[in-house]
């Protein structure tokens, strides 16, 4: 099959930059083959190399003491959670096959943060999503919405995980663009942790898992420009196309052969397919690989090497094994009845060698091609609508005169409802280690003797019984936030993210994240990814959360439709050091004392926390002015105080306000806990804040001033708790009891008395009536 010549034009099709393409001439020595030249175009991508951010990642605190694996190591981090146990976890993106097929495109998202888990050695034992969309007033929105929670639902249901949390958020900003990032735990022993390298000259390089086909092919190079139309529809066959039940034999055989010790490195074959396995592995290793593509399985006739090395067929692994053993990797492959193949072999020559019946296709340096991408500073200049942020004040806006109204119009929001319909199609109980499932601020499972892969015979570890670990584990970020306060709002993504941990009862232990962006060209996106990391960076370093990895998912635009909200994702994985410890965010009995910890409004935001706010946008249909700011140090003695007083058994429960503000927080707390299928519990209060000092009324009940907590304890702890609060300098205050089938919020302004199950009707059905 003749390969077409590399022209200009060809060049600037696989989106390589004409300095770029001088870059490989001068790495080769002469002009690419056709399938080199679609190598480097998807290896120097962004979805592959970073070269737009690195420079900026560099700046996350990605070391600790706990941290066995960082970023950038490898395809997942891991961190030591003790008695030599450890978890594996990351967030990626699959954006643009989602928005061009949203069922495939989300299945196939969520088996391949599966496979970079236990690539590492680890048995995949959790998994949550966060997920943005457009308004579900429109049709297409809602078509999109629909098949991308299918798809998750599908691949993680029949792979047999369970989906144990997540978050949606709905923007206008989202509807020619929506976001799926997969996030995915796993758990090892610290002796099992596998490297994708590819070691020892002369060890043999086998491929396993479905046989290779023309479906994602160049996918990586598709989430590295910027959506349209026309794009969207000629990329239709860079969607790949996944199957769970070949993902789950491919995990279990994989696994068992790990514990031979016969493998001496994996990598699953993802973003760019068999190319980024083979140089990847090389270049980690610092050696070389050779293939024969005639003995890569293909499920399509006359594959050109172009379409091999570039597919993203799903499911596939590439092994490299330690020489001698062949016959037990074929022996493992064959009782699970997987195809396999011997492609080739590691060598010294530090270069990726590709025969395609019997001659050279491909011939590269692997370092240069994996780790040495041009990397780009970026132009960077503060958005142009930050002015009209800044200037936003209150003056002149209503101040609410029917508060009821007012909270179950925001409870009914789409962003602030619950997210029932969405979590109801995943199975978050499979598995049996789902301690605290969807519903609550975070999400807790626990790590028992089978959550562990298999050890071989002999090990130290065989038979011996395995401590229960409880790992609590939440995904967050309000673009709203960023959008309006990039650095602000980064800090209130870690922020959050380790409250919701605190609320739970456990301690943050590391951090990824998922920065989706518009198009880095754009000077303006690029400052709010910079300021948005920079936030990040700052927060998770004060919350001791290193960054562990994490992916960059940029050119989220559409058009005229413009560019996303940045939405840098972040999820953070803690510990609960006691099963006694797990705390959720319900009301527990009639009573018990409603706290809060942390001030009620702060008086010095001249918004009163009602910047960005979920009130401001569904009351005034405004998405301006200045978000709260954080005060990382208050925030962590805050959490400090609160793990405290858990760990003491006093707390009954606790949660954390965010949007909605204190009435939609104490709202959750009296109906969010179910005592069925679908039945709530109803637990109300009665509050009183008329001694709050607040300018509004809206501000006090609506706002979203940051580091706040509402706990609920015993009448005879109190005192107790409120003195401890005040040793730790942390602003407490008694607003309630807990009691009746009411909510009533007391306040200077006169009294507001809202229907328990008509709030809880509004707030449970209002996505599945907008999807009918």
């Known amino acids: 099959m003749s390969e077409p010549a590399i022209t200009p034009e ?54 600790g003491s706990n941290i066995l694996v960082g970023a950038g190591e490898e395809n997942a981090g891991i961190v030591d959670v003790g008695d030599g146990i ?75 995980i369970p989906t144990i949390g997540g978050e949606v958020y709905f923007d206008k900003s989202y509807e020619g663009n929506p976001l799926v990032n997969a996030f995915a735990l796993g758990v090892l022993r610290h002796d099992q942790i596998t490297r994708g390298a590819a070691k020892g000259v002369g060890n043999p390089v086998f491929y396993v898992g479905p046989a290779t086909g023309r479906d994602g092919l160049a996918g990586a190079a598709f989430a590295s420009q910027d959506l349209t139309e026309e794009s969207a529809e000629q990329q239709r066959g860079a969607v790949q196309v996944g199957d769970p039940f070949m993902e789950k034999l491919v995990c279990e055989a994989c696994l068992e052969l790990l514990a031979t010790g016969v493998v001496a490195g994996m990598q699953d074959m993802g973003a760019a397919g068999l190319t980024c396995s083979t140089c990847e592995t090389a270049a980690r290793a610092g050696t070389g690989i050779e293939i024969e593509l005639d003995r890569v399985p293909q499920r399509a006739p006359n594959m050109s090497s172009y379409e ?87 003056d002149g806006l209503a101040d609410s005169t029917d508060p009821a109204a007012d909270l179950a119009a925001v409870l009914a929001d789409h962003s602030v409802a619950s997210k029932n319909w969405v979590y109801r199609q995943y199975d978050h109980m499979v598995r049996d280690g ?76 590391g951090a990824t994240d998922n920065l989706n962006f518009g198009n880095p060209h754009n000077p303006e996106i690029f400052w709010q ?6 936030g990040i960076a700052e927060a998770c370093r004060v919350f001791q959360a290193p960054v562990t990895g994490g992916n960059c998912s940029l050119y989220n635009q559409r058009g005229a439709l413009g560019s996303i909200d940045p939405t840098p994702t972040v999820g953070v994985v803690g510990l609960v050091e006691r099963v006694e410890h797990i705390t959720t965010q319900w009301f527990k009995d009639e009573g018990d004392v409603v706290l809060l910890l942390g001030d009620a409004v702060d008086t010095n935001d001249p918004l ?78 009665t509050i009183d804040l008329s001694a709050v000092a607040s300018p509004r009324l809206d501000g006090l009940l609506f706002g979203e001033t940051q580091n706040r907590i ?36 007391k306040t200077a302004s006169g009294e507001c008395r809202a229907d328990l199950p008509s709030l809880h009707d509004g707030w449970w059905n209002s996505i599945a009536r907008a999807m009918e």
């Open 434 to 509: 789902s301690v605290v499932c969807p519903g609550s601020d975070a999400a807790v499972i626990r790590i028992k003797a089978d959550s562990l892969p298999v050890l071989p015979a002999g090990h130290p570890a065989a038979g011996q019984p395995v401590p229960d670990k409880y790992v609590a584990m939440t995904v967050d970020c309000n673009g709203t936030y960023v959008y309006l306060d990039p650095y602000e709002g980064g800090k209130a993504a870690v922020a959050e993210a380790c409250r919701n941990l605190a609320c739970s009862g456990a301690a943050p232990l």
């Open 308 to 394: 091999i090395m570039l597919s993203e067929s799903q499911e596939r692994m590439l092994v490299v094994v330690h020489k001698g053993h062949e016959e037990e990797v074929k022996r493992i492959f064959d009782k699970w009845d997987l195809p396999w193949s011997e492609i080739g072999v590691v060598t010294d020559s530090g270069r990726m060698v590709v025969r395609h019946g019997g001659r050279v296709v491909v011939d590269v340096p692997a370092k240069k091609l994996a780790d040495e991408a041009p990397i780009y500073f970026r132009e960077m200049r503060e958005a142009a609508y930050m002015g009209e942020v800044r200037a936003f004040r209150l």
């Open 529 to 534: 990814l910079r300021e948005s990391v920079r």
């Open 710 to 745: 509402v706990v609920t304890v015993a009448s005879s702890d109190a005192g107790r708790v409120l003195k401890q609060a005040a040793t730790m300098g942390v602003p407490a205050t008694r607003i309630g009891v807990v009691g009746g089938n009411q909510l009533v919020v």
């Open 10 to 63: 060809l060049v600037a099709k696989h989106n390589l930059s004409p300095e770029e393409y001088q870059k490989v001439l001068e790495i080769l020595g002469r002009v690419p083959s056709y399938t080199e030249l679609g190598i480097f175009s998807v290896m120097w991508s962004e979805h592959c190399s970073y070269k737009n951010t690195r420079p900026v990642l560099k700046t996350f605190p990605t070391k």
């Open 608 to 685: 009163l926390g009602l910047g960005g706010s979920a009130y401001l946008r569904v009351k005034h249909g405004k998405k301006t002015g200045l978000p709260p700011r954080v005060d990382l140090q208050a925030a962590q003695v805050l959490h400090t105080t609160v793990l405290g007083l858990i760990r003491e058994g006093v707390v009954k429960s606790a949660h954390d306000c965010s949007e909605g503000g204190l009435a939609a927080c104490l709202a959750e707390c009296s109906f969010s806990q179910l005592i069925g299928k679908n039945t709530p519990r109803f637990l109300g209060a």
């Open 86 to 160: 450890a978890i594996a976890f990351k967030i990626e993106s699959h954006n643009h096959p989602s928005a061009v097929e949203p069922f495939q495109g989300a299945a196939t998202g969520v088996g391949g943060i599966i496979r970079d888990i236990f690539t590492m050695g680890a048995r995949p034992v959790a998994a949550m999503n966060s997920l943005r969309f457009g308004e579900l007033s429109n049709p297409v929105v809602r078509r999109l919405f629909s098949g991308v929670v299918s798809g998750i639902a599908h691949y993680g249901n029949c792979f047999g």
